[in-house]
């Protein structure tokens, strides 16, 4: 069975860095590409970061480049997300993805997504 188990979430000032972890069982890990996506209440479901299986290319949306950084550590099967100068807007519920041909937004088989952890950003 593939669990995928998200941590590291809470809250946080704004300025403040968070790392969440997302520790994967149930999968051969190193051939998932892997992603963090986010949900904030009365918005879409965003993409935020994507990481290819040997760690080799990662990508970001907009608005968090710079700030956020995706890793992975394929022999613990985790990947993490570093937020750094987190925002406001930033404010949502975190979600990790793992995906054997790294397709996006996918929820059909194949797919795995973990059940969230929250990430607030308020002084």
């Known amino acids: 069975q593939v669990q995928l188990v998200e941590s590291g979430g809470g809250l946080v000032q704004p300025g403040g860095s968070l790392r969440l972890s997302c520790a994967a069982s149930?999968?051969?890990?190193?051939?998932?590409?892997m992603s963090w996506y986010r949900h904030a209440p009365g918005k879409e479901r965003e993409l935020v970061a994507t990481i290819t299986t040997t760690g080799a290319r990662t990508n970001y949306a907009d608005s968090v480049k710079g700030r956020f950084t995706i890793s992975r550590d394929n022999a613990k099967n985790t990947v993490y997300l570093q937020m750094n100068s987190l925002k406001p807007e930033d404010t949502a519920v975190y979600y990790c993805?793992?995906?054997?041909?790294?397709?996006?937004?996918?929820?059909?088989?194949?797919?795995?997504w973990g059940q969230g952890t929250q990430v607030t950003v308020s002084s």
């Open positions: 149930g999968v051969t890990f190193s051939i998932y590409a």
């Open positions: 993805n793992a995906d054997r041909f790294g397709r996006t937004y996918y929820t059909g088989p194949g797919g795995y």
